[in-house]
Structures are given as structure tokens and as C-alpha cells.
């Protein structure tokens, strides 16, 4: 079925509900609600299901859209139409002053974070004279197309929910683009993202942006729908009200947001109207079962109401190959000239009293594989660390091509040249095999977040998507392109890794514990993989404990122990090296 299709559909029925014949206007009201809500929602989707960062404090947002309208057109008597760009760069601009300090929290800080800015906003809001304090600010004009003024809730109803669906087709374009995908490595960690350059600071502040326009939208509808504004529909409560409809409707799903707003305001509607006749008029009861039953619910679809619909849909939608076909400019290359393509010069990285890597010194010579190996604990992993600016070292210096660059971050890394794969893999499990080696990409592509909501980034996207096939099928996973990363085995994964390494198009590739779970086939084909990559030009090197594969594969070995070089020479040399032997020995021991 053609993506677009259910929501043309949907688009259809929701514009066809207000003609159905004796409509209550009550139900309209309710769908005005639902409307509005669900825009708040989508951008909590965005920034907490999708980009991983949870906020309580979203309902201020709409404030800032609310109150922005609501003064400018009573005080200053401007057209509503007019007051909408004054409403959204409002809340913009509070998502960049709140978020450049919000975004750097990370774990409970964060959602902390949001509590108290949001607590602290409802009380600004609630003592600023020229707000109206506790009373708000009354007799807001409708809106209004000429003489058509948008009075009644089946008038302003096609305004919501025709901004409800651009917010999604927006929403869903820049999902599905370059910028997207950024946004979705984030809830894998920064780690990850920064290593295939993204951006993670400029990735977060955007989605939180993007989420405060959306409930700043919000808020200037819902100030023109009541035509009155108050705190109340701002504060705490409201925000942690407006989590829960993302997180029932399904937190990473655009759609997820509109049906947890349908699900939430229709059951408090529900309980509110019912559950006084059913308990004898007792206060706050529905409250309680409105709270026990959003819990039951999370018991029955965990990851909310949108996946677990779609799970049992008989149909799915279909998905476009990549063209293959379609050329992606190689990164430049180094001259067939060169010998030593990195340098590593007495690096050092204490973590207080342990010395992790000992003032190791090594080299790798263009189209050379070198393995790393040690013990458990050597400082194999901290000294890939140290390459690719995930760690800053104590002591030495690291150059690439006789550039030092030691102190880089890892997206200047990346931009080097160096890419890399985790000893813990690092993939979205929910995103496909696809989009997940697209990642590796990311510096090859332009587009930028809003030329994707347009869809004006498609021919990028469309190299950038033939590149990630490329090397899918490079890697040997063809027919896995469209499967979930999470649904592979571990051995798969690590394949996955490295096709996403590979999309760097990188002259030295790092590869952590890439043997690690693949079956003896598998190993073969990997070797011959890299033997491969190395004879086209790049250069290999590689933390694995498997010596087999190792001494098999690797044209020169480097041996730590305790954070120390012990020795360095060819597979032959190193097999029967003393010191190797004793230390291997020694750990198993
Ligand atoms: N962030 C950290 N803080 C403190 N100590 C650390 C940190 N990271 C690593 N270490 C210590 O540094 C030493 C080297 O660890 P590292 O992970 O680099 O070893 P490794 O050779 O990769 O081991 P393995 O083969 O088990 O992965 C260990 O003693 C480890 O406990």
C-alpha cells in the first residue's frame, strides 16, 4: 500500500466529520480538543520518543504561542493571522534560551530540568500585570478570512486540524530524511551519532525548538478557540497530562501522538461525564480510574496504542529500494605514496590512579591490517577511544597523515577520515538495517532539517540511501536491508556496524570485537572482507580476541598488557613472543 494512501484517508474523514448530518457540536468540541492536544504531542514525540529527551514542561510552550496572540491582539489590536509567526518565534526563542541549558542535562536531570522551568513559567505567567495574573487576558478576537469569523468550534475545527496534518506530514518528512535520522541516533547515546558527525548538541536544541513551535501552535489555536486565556491550561499538570498522551499513543510515532490525544480526551471526557453518576457525585474519583486505566493500558501495548495497532494490520506499507545506481562523490583519498597513515606517539590516558594506555606508541601504514590485542582490560578499547576523540588523552599525540589531532571531537574525526565500530553495539534497534547505515553517511549529505520538512532534500537523500544499500550488500546483508536492527542476531549487528563505517567511505576503519558472535563462515566472509577493503586501499585496525582470526587476518599485530606495549611485529612473531605468551598465560591463569 503507497505510504501516503491512509493519510489522504484520513485527511478525507476528518474533513467530512463536520457534514455528517446531526453531528453533535459537542463531538466537535471534543475533536477541537483532540486536535490540539495532538499537536503538543507530536513534539513530544519527536523530542522525547524519538530524540530520547523527556519533558514535563511542553504546556509552557503553548503558553508562550497564547499569550503572544493574546496581548498583540488585544493591546496592540493586530490581526490574528499576523500574530502567528509573532506566536511561533516566541516559543522558538523561549526553546533556545530554556533548551540551550535543558539539552546539555542528561539522565533524571533533565526531566528535573523541565519541571522546573515549567513550574517556574506557570508562575511567571500568573503574576505578569500585562498578562492579566491569575484572571488571564479575555475577549481575544476570533479568527477570521474576510467576513468569516471562526466563532463557533466547527468553524475553527478545519484550522486545527488542518495544522495538526501539515505538523504530521512535516513532522513525518523530516523523520525520513538525513536530519531524521540524526535526531533518532540520539536515543542511542551521543557516542554513537557524534562518531558519524552528527552534530548531537545542534541535534537536540533543533528537536526541542521544533517541539516548543509546535505546542506554541498550540497555544495560539487554542487562545483563538476559547477566545479567552488563562495559567491554568499552562502549568505542571498540563505537561505531564500532554506526556502521557504521547506516551500512550506510542512516544516515537507521529500518529502515536494524535491517537493518545484522541484516547486521552475522549476517556477523560468519559470518566468526567459518567463516573459522578456511578459513585454519587464523589470529587476527584475520576481522577483515580482515569490513572489506573492509562496504567492498564500501558500494561497491554507498553510502547503505546500506534505500534501495537499497526503490529496487527493485515497489510503493510511498502517500502522503495534504493536505487543503487545512483553516485555518491568518494571523500578524497590519500596518495598511493604515503607509508604511515596514523601515528600514535607515547599516548597516555589515566582515569585517576589507573593508567588505562601507557605512553603507547604504534603506527598503521596505509593498506596495512593491524590487530591490537591484550588481555581483558589491556586499554585496547581505550585506546580506540583515544583515536576517535570519544576520550581526550592525558598524554602523547595521535596524527593522521602527519596531522596531529588527539584533542578533535569525534564528528572532526569522523570528518578525518576515521570511522569506527562499537565493542557494545551501538545501533537503533527500531530503525531498519537501512536508515541505521545511513547514518554512517551523514557527512556526505547537505540537506538540512528544513528542506527535508519540504521535501527539497530528495536527490540527497536518494545518494545518500544508494550509498547505505551499497554497502549492505557490500557487507552481504541484501536481504536484511528492510529488517529491524534490533530483530538481527548480535553476530548481524556487528555486520551492520561495519557497512555503517563503511558509508564514511573512510581510509582507516576501526574495528572493535568485529568477530565477536559470527559463526566460523561468517568469519571467513568478513576476512575476506576486510582483506578486500584493504587490497582497494584503506587501512584496518582491529581490537578482536579471537587469535585465530586474527593471526589469519592481520598483516602486522600490537600487544598490550596493563595498558603497556609488550610487543609488535608480524602474526608469526607474535604467536611465539615470550612476553606474549607469558601474558596471555597470566590472564588465564
Ligand atoms: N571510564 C573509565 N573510568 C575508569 N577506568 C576505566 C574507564 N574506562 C576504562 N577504564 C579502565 O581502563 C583499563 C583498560 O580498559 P579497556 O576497556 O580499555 O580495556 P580493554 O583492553 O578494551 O578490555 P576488554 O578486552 O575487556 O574490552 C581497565 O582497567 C578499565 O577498568
Excluded at 338 to 349: S, Y
Excluded at 389 to 405: A, C, E, W
Excluded at 539 to 566: C, N
Aim: proline share 6%; aromatic share 8%; with cysteine.
Amino acid at each position: 500500500m503507497p505510504q501516503r494512501l491512509p493519510i489522504i484517508l484520513f485527511a478525507l474523514v476528518m474533513a467530512a466529520i463536520p457534514f455528517i448530518p446531526d453531528m453533535p457540536p459537542f463531538w466537535i468540541v471534543l475533536l477541537d480538543n483532540i486536535g490540539l492536544s495532538a499537536l503538543v504531542a507530536m513534539g513530544l514525540v519527536l523530542l522525547t520518543g524519538v530524540g530520547g529527551l523527556t519533558s514535563f514542561g511542553q504546556a509552557a510552550f503553548c503558553g508562550f504561542g497564547a499569550y503572544t496572540t493574546a496581548v498583540l491582539t488585544t493591546a496592540y489590536g493586530m490581526s490574528p493571522w499576523l500574530t502567528l509567526p509573532a506566536s511561533l518565534l516566541v516559543s522558538g526563542l523561549a526553546a533556545v534560551l530554556l533548551g540551550l541549558v535543558t539539552v546539555r542535562l542528561s539522565g533524571h536531570y533533565l526531566p528535573l530540568g523541565t519541571i522546573a522551568w515549567g513550574l517556574g513559567l506557570f508562575y511567571l505567567f500568573s503574576k505578569l500585570e500585562f498578562l492579566g495574573r491569575n484572571d488571564g487576558i479575555s475577549a481575544i478576537p476570533p479568527l477570521s478570512i474576510g467576513s468569516f469569523k471562526m466563532i463557533d468550534p466547527g468553524a475553527i475545527y478545519f484550522a486545527i486540524w488542518i495544522a495538526v496534518l501539515l505538523a504530521a506530514l512535516l513532522t513525518m518528512n523530516l523523520l525520513d530524511s538525513r536530519t531524521g535520522r540524526a535526531i533518532r541516533a540520539l536515543r542511542r547515546g551521543h557516542i554513537a551519532a557524534e562518531a558519524f558527525g552528527v552534530q548531537t548538541p545542534r541535534a537536540k536544541l533543533l528537536v526541542f525548538i521544533y517541539a516548543a513551535v509546535l505546542a506554541g501552535l498550540s497555544g495560539w489555536l487554542y487562545a483563538h478557540f476559547q477566545r479567552a486565556t488563562n495559567p491554568t491550561p499552562f502549568g505542571a499538570q498540563a505537561g505531564i497530562e500532554y506526556l502521557f498522551v504521547a506516551v500512550v499513543g506510542g512516544a516515537g510515532y507521529v500518529w502515536g501522538g494524535v491517537l493518545g490525544a484522541a484516547i486521552v480526551v475522549i476517556l477523560k471526557e468519559i470518566l468526567q461525564s459518567y463516573l459522578p453518576y456511578v459513585f454519587g457525585g464523589q470529587g476527584q474519583l475520576e481522577t483515580i480510574v482515569f490513572g489506573i486505566l492509562l496504567v492498564l493500558l500501558l500494561q497491554l501495548a507498553p510502547t503505546g496504542v500506534w505500534p501495537w495497532l499497526v503490529a496487527r494490520l493485515p497489510f503493510k506499507p511498502s517500502r522503495k529500494r534504493p536505487d543503487t545506481s545512483l553516485p555518491l562523490p568518494p571523500r578524497p583519498k590519500p596518495p598511493a605514496s604515503v607509508g604511515v597513515l596514523l601515528q600514535i606517539d607515547n599516548a597516555r590516558k589515566q582515569f585517576g590512579g589507573v593508567v588505562a594506555v601507557n605512553d603507547v606508541s604504534f603506527d598503521v601504514q596505509a593498506r596495512e591490517i593491524v590487530a591490537l590485542i591484550g588481555p581483558n582490560g589491556a586499554g585496547k578499547s581505550t585506546t580506540f577511544n583515544l583515536i576517535t576523540g570519544v576520550l581526550r588523552p592525558t598524554g602523547g599525540s595521535i596524527s593522521i597523515l602527519g596531522n596531529k589531532f588527539g584533542h578533535a571531537r569525534p564528528q572532526q574525526v569522523a570528518k578525518l577520515g576515521i570511522s569506527r565500530t562499537f565493542q557494545h553495539v551501538k545501533l537503533v534497534p527500531d530503525m531498519t538495517v537501512l536508515e541505521n547505515v545511513a547514518i554512517g553517511a551523514h557527512l556526505r549529505g547537505r540537506a538540512g532539517a528544513l528542506a527535508s520538512m519540504f521535501r527539497l532534500d530528495r536527490t540527497d537523500e536518494a545518494r545518500l540511501l544508494a550509498e547505505a544499500a551499497r554497502q549492505i550488500e557490500r557487507v552481504g546483508l541484501g536481504d536484511q536491508i528492510d529488517a529491524l536492527a534490533g530483530s538481527l542476531s548480535l553476530g548481524q549487528q556487528r555486520i551492520v556496524e561495519i557497512a555503517r563505517a563503511l558509508c564514511v567511505d573512510p581510509m582507516l576503519l576501526l574495528l572493535d570485537e568485529p568477530a565477536a558472535g559470527l559463526r566460523h563462515m561468517e568469519k571467513q566472509q568478513l576476512a575476506a572482507l576486510l582483506r578486500q577493503l584493504r587490497d582497494g586501499g584503506m587501512s584496518v585496525l582491529l581490537v578482536e580476541h579471537d587469535m585465530g582470526f586474527v593471526m589469519d587476518l592481520a598483516d602486522r599485530v600490537v600487544v598490550l598488557d596493563f595498558g603497556t606495549k609488550i610487543a609488535e611485529g608480524t602474526p608469526d612473531a607474535i604467536k611465539t613472543n615470550p612476553e606474549v605468551i607469558k601474558a596471555y598465560l597470566g590472564a588465564a591463569a
